[in-house]
């Protein structure tokens, strides 16, 4: 704690008075909030990870895409939301789309998460942009699925910063070793 | 009443809101997201979700009322009522459209509509108390306090 501790002696050589100084850090008051696995730890303040990160965010629900949107930019992301997949692949289109990763519901009504990703590894390069996939049901088979189309990661819904941060950085720092 | 009073009476309004499983975590998670650039973000995705609700009861109830019930409409229906209430943390809500599902999985008429007034029942209470608690931080709010946040341990 980065404190001292200091002993005053007397001419006899015993201790007379002893002084001792910790230092305390002011913390801002810390909401506990409980992740997927169940351990509850600090609120992830906005990392140099995230900060400017372009995010194409593609949810049909408005409810959903608000709450989604508003993490993501806490985070730090700078984000563009779009309602449905065939909206998702127009904004992606182009060669030189600036997005760095696709986060996509994988339930999406006419055009679901896993056709629109499963045409953007088709049409762009094998590893680029980053796609990670929300649903609200996360199973085996769902991971699975997402692994074979080159989905990079799967979000568990209803989606928590928590949550979203660590597959994130998971899925980000993935990309940085390739 | 005093501004102390009200922060207090909100803190433990709000308490009590979790402890008789009105709300969960995820609506802690919705007030982390409220900030100075958001003021009324809860207020906002709150009101949004009653708006959802009330055009999904629409439905739910005129698809129960069908001589041939379609049973994947509704279970597509009461799905998008499950997420929606998930992702404000009304807890009760969502549990009820989970057991509304699972009458929907095995095409139980009488349970199904059982649980559309559950699920009707279960969203006017948490509108009740979502009413009660904005309240309180305008009260809080109009007297120049500001929303204490909430902090609990599990």
Redesign the interface.
């Known amino acids: 704690m980065h404190g001292n501790i200091w002993v005053v002696q007397n001419p006899q050589g015993s201790a007379q008075s002893m002084a001792l100084v910790i230092r305390f850090q002011l913390r801002p008051s810390v909401s506990i909030t409980i992740n997927e696995l169940g351990e509850s730890s600090d609120q992830p303040c906005s990392n140099s990870l995230f900060k400017g990160l372009q995010v194409l965010l593609a949810d049909d629900d408005d409810l959903n895409r608000a709450v989604t949107r508003k993490l993501l930019e806490k985070l730090g992301c700078s984000v563009s939301a779009v309602t449905s997949g065939f909206e998702c692949l127009t904004s992606i289109g182009p060669a030189s789309s600036p997005f760095q990763i696709v986060i996509l519901e994988l339930q999406m009504p006419e055009l679901d998460g896993f056709e629109v990703a499963m045409r953007i590894r088709k049409f762009r390069s094998r590893n680029w942009p980053l796609i990670v996939a929300m649903t609200a049901s996360a199973d085996d088979d769902t991971w699975e699925r997402c692994s074979q189309i080159g989905i990079n990661g799967v979000i568990r819904k209803p989606v928590l910063l928590q949550g979203i941060a660590i597959e994130l950085r998971k899925v980000l720092m993935q990309a940085n070793k390739v | 009443m005093e501004l102390v009073q009200i922060q207090r009476r909100l803190v433990d309004y709000t308490k009590s809101l979790f402890m008789e499983g009105f709300l969960d975590?995820?609506f802690?998670?919705?007030q982390?997201?409220q900030?100075d650039s958001?003021p009324d973000?809860v207020f906002?995705?709150v009101s949004?979700?009653f708006e959802?609700f009330e055009k999904l009861l629409n439905e739910l109830t005129i698809a129960l009322d069908q001589p041939n019930v379609d049973f994947k409409k509704l279970d597509s229906h009461v799905?998008?009522l499950?997420?929606?209430s998930?992702?404000?943390?009304a807890q009760r809500v969502k549990n009820a459209c989970i057991a509304f599902r699972n009458y929907c999985d095995v095409q139980n008429i009488e349970g199904c509509l059982t649980c559309l007034q559950q699920v009707k029942q279960e969203c006017y209470l948490v509108k009740n108390k979502f009413e009660t608690l904005f309240r309180l931080e305008q009260q809080i709010m109009a007297s120049g306090g500001s929303v204490p946040?909430?902090?609990?341990?599990?």
């Open positions: 975590a995820q802690l998670q919705l982390q997201l900030d958001n973000f906002e995705v949004l979700f959802d799905h998008q499950k997420g929606s998930s992702s404000i943390g946040t909430i902090e609990l341990g599990f």
